[in-house]
Every structure is written in structure tokens, then in C-alpha cells.
């Protein structure tokens, strides 16, 4: 088993930032990928950035210019810097690791979530 906790979220005004942090512990053999995800009231889930082991990183277009991802491999860490935040990117804010197991197997844990409020 994996776990990922979250930390970092809070209230913000408009244009403020914040960094979330999620670090994994437990079982890990490797981890794969590692992302942020969010979730908005009343609406789907979505990616907003993700980080593979190598490095290399992908953004929701929402977000490109302002968020930025990054990884520490020996922390089995994760972070997530939020620049000129706006009111959409209100939301609980999930992380996400990829996980892989010295048989091959892939498996995928989320954090509880932290909450991520800007206002206006």
C-alpha cells in the first residue's frame, strides 16, 4: 500500500499563489507518474499537471503559464506552485502517483485532497 498526503491548500485572494506538496510513503517500488488533479463543485474531475520520473511535464492549457509542476524522486515527493490564482481555480485539489511493482504491476492512488479557495 501507498499513501499521499496532501498539504498546502487553503484561501487566497486573487492573484496570490500557494504550493501544494504531496508526498508518497508505504510500499513503493517505483513510482511512475505523479499529478495534480482537481475537482470543482458539480463538475468532473480534471488534470491540471503531471510530472513523469523522467522529468518530463504536461499542463491543462487552463493553467499553462501560472501552475508549475515538479518532482523530487528521492522525496517520492511532488509539488504544485499556483501563481496569479483566479477565482476558477477554486476546487479540492487531488494528487495522484502511478505506481509500479517489482512483478510489473501498475497501481494508482489519490490523496484525500486539499481544498484550494481563491476569492475575488
Known amino acids: 500500500q501507498v499513501q499521499l498526503v496532501e498539504s498546502g491548500g487553503g484561501l487566497v485572494q486573487a492573484g496570490g499563489s500557494l504550493r501544494l506538496s504531496c508526498a508518497a510513503s508505504?510500499?513503493?517500488?517505483?513510482?511512475?507518474?505523479m499529478g495534480w488533479y482537481r475537482q470543482a463543485p458539480g463538475k468532473q474531475r480534471e488534470l491540471v499537471a503531471s510530472?513523469?520520473?523522467?522529468?518530463?511535464?504536461n499542463c491543462a492549457d487552463s493553467v499553462k503559464g501560472r501552475f508549475t509542476i515538479s518532482r523530487d524522486n528521492a522525496k517520492n515527493t511532488v509539488y504544485l506552485q499556483m501563481n496569479s490564482l483566479k477565482p476558477e481555480d477554486t476546487a479540492v485539489y487531488y494528487c495522484?502517483?502511478?505506481?509500479?511493482?517489482?512483478?510489473?504491476?501498475?497501481?494508482?492512488?489519490w490523496g484525500q485532497g486539499t481544498q484550494v479557495t481563491v476569492s475575488s
Open positions: 495522484n502517483a502511478d505506481t509500479l511493482t517489482p512483478w510489473g504491476s501498475e497501481y494508482d492512488y
Open positions: 508505504g510500499s513503493i517500488f517505483s513510482i511512475n507518474a
Open positions: 510530472i513523469t520520473s523522467g522529468g518530463v511535464t
